[in-house]
């Protein structure tokens, strides 16, 4: 069975940084796109930003300047590394996968890390 899991969220304040882990684990194959996406408090779930295998990535026109992804393919591992953190990133960052397992391809999901950016 394939996890999700990620880490290194957590109050932080205002103009500190961050990274977060995601990382997936059980029978998988092959991992394709990595993405990360974010739940403000009463907003919709939105994307951040994506790396593909090969490590292109695409970035939210609002964070690009701040957020930076990068991936391990080794170890089935993504980051977020942010910087400049400001109150508007407040929320719960959550990873999804396009993977292919002895199931077949699909996406997956994990349960998310808290960030909460205040003084």
């Known amino acids: 069975q394939v996890q999700l899991v990620e880490s290194g969220g957590g109050l932080v304040q205002p103009g500190g940084s961050l990274r977060l882990s995601c990382a997936a684990s059980?029978?998988?194959?092959?991992?394709?796109?990595m993405a990360w996406y974010r739940q403000a408090p009463g907003k919709q779930r939105e994307l951040v930003g994506s790396i593909s295998r090969a490590g292109s990535t695409n970035l939210a026109d609002a964070v690009k300047d701040r957020f930076t992804i990068s991936r391990d393919n080794a170890n089935n591992t993504a980051y977020l590394q942010i910087n400049n953190l400001k109150p508007e990133d407040t929320g719960v960052y959550s990873c999804?996968?396009?993977?292919?397992?002895?199931?077949?391809?699909?996406?997956?999901w994990g349960q998310g890390t808290q960030v909460t950016v205040s003084s």
């Open positions: 999804n996968a396009d993977l292919v397992d002895y199931i077949g391809r699909a996406d997956h």
């Open positions: 059980g029978d998988i194959l092959r991992i394709y796109d």
